[in-house]
């Protein structure tokens, strides 16, 4: 069980609580997840690892700050933060988890602030995998 997922265009602009969708999957080990939902979903229990890094530019327009959570079953499990100015106006946010998941249970990734400006091109991603 493994996949991975980019997304293949910007996010101009995010809703507190959105799902980010990584739509572009290039791999989906098992079928777990949804390039369409943005949710995986365990096909068999078992410790997961998961990773999510996002690319974030910031502009009068745009939030300065950026947060994503992953989340487990709609309870927060990490929390990836940046803050931006104009002096650092683009940059990148990384970071990992271990669940513990049974089968059917679902990880997302969730913006935590309205109006970020994430961008795709590959450079956003999130990915995970069956450890044991």
Known sequence: ????????????GTTQEQTIVFDQVDT??????????????????????FSLTFY????????SAGEL???????QSIRVRLRLDSNVYEG?????TVLSLNKGDQVHVQADRANMFIDGRKLSFFSGFLLS
Do not use: Q, R
Not at 5 to 11: P, Q
Not at 56 to 63: A, D, F, G, H
Not at 69 to 75: E, F, Q, Y
Not at 92 to 96: E, L, M, P, Q, V
């Open 1 to 12: 069980m493994a996949f991975h997922a980019s997304l293949s265009s910007n996010i101009l």
């Open 92 to 96: 990148t946010a990384s970071g990992t």
């Open 56 to 63: 974030m530019y910031y502009s009068s327009s745009y939030s």
């Open 28 to 49: 989906n080990l098992g079928g777990g997840y949804s390039g369409t939902t943005g949710v995986f979903t365990a096909p068999v229990s078992g410790t997961y690892v």
């Open 69 to 75: 959570s992953i989340m487990h079953n709609n309870v």
